[in-house]
């Protein structure tokens, strides 16, 4: 099902409204798609590449990082590779840590980091599921920008060390 959820999340954007590095938008919802299909590392990397340096570069946000979001968490919320799910997360963390682009900014688009970080907190309790994960060190990376309750983190993070 989360398949389908991130699905209706690619097709109910228009993707070529938002900008990318290389005015790359319309190869976004392919690359998501192969991200969120990966069975293994190489496909899981191969597709991250065409997302990571494309929507957010070095931390520079672009505004399809944007949509990116709600597509990333509605892949969370089912099966996915171990590998799909490291990349997902990483990605996710690459863009709630970012700025918006000096482009972006002069478009008067200066809130998109803030704007990315909203979108995430809709997908909070996915990101708090992945502390007892692999992937802890990246939920914390997430978590300590999106979590508004530092009361809440801390407890969860002492709830699940050494887990």
Same mark, same amino acid.
């Given at each position: 099902?989360?398949?389908?959820?991130?699905?209706?999340?690619?097709?109910?954007?228009?993707?070529?409204?938002?900008?990318? #590095? &290389?005015?790359? +938008?319309? $190869?976004?919802?392919?690359?998501?798609?192969? *991200? !969120?299909?990966?069975?293994?590392?190489? %496909?899981?990397?191969?597709?991250?590449?065409?997302?990571?340096?494309?929507?957010?570069?070095?931390?520079?946000?672009?505004?399809?990082?944007?949509?990116?979001?709600?597509?990333?968490?509605?892949?969370? #919320? &089912?099966?996915? +590779?171990? $590998?799909?799910?490291?990349?997902?997360?990483? *990605? !996710?963390?690459?863009?709630?840590?970012? %700025?918006?682009?000096?482009?972006?900014?002069?478009?008067?688009?200066?809130?998109?980091?803030?704007?990315?970080?909203?979108?995430?907190?809709?997908?909070?309790?996915?990101?708090?599921?992945?502390?007892?994960?692999?992937?802890?060190?990246?939920?914390?990376?997430?978590?300590?920008?999106?979590?508004?309750?530092?009361?809440?983190?801390?407890?969860?993070?002492?709830?699940?060390?050494?887990?």
């Amino acid at each position: 099902m989360n398949r389908n959820l991130a699905e209706v999340e690619i097709a109910r954007t228009d993707w070529a409204g938002f900008r990318t #590095l &290389g005015d790359r +938008s319309r $190869d976004v919802p392919g690359a998501l798609r192969r *991200l !969120l299909a990966a069975s293994d590392e190489d %496909e899981a990397m191969a597709a991250y590449w065409d997302l990571e340096n494309v929507v957010v570069v070095q931390g520079q946000l672009h505004s399809a990082a944007l949509p990116t979001v709600p597509v990333l968490l509605a892949g969370l #919320l &089912g099966e996915l +590779s171990p $590998d799909a799910r490291d990349l997902v997360l990483e *990605l !996710l963390r690459q863009i709630v840590t970012g %700025e918006p682009d000096r482009d972006e900014h002069a478009l008067g688009n200066t809130d998109l980091g803030d704007r990315c970080r909203q979108a995430a907190r809709t997908g909070l309790w996915l990101v708090y599921r992945e502390l007892g994960t692999r992937r802890r060190d990246t939920a914390e990376a997430i978590l300590d920008r999106i979590e508004e309750d530092p009361a809440r983190i801390a407890a969860y993070l002492a709830n699940t060390r050494g887990k």
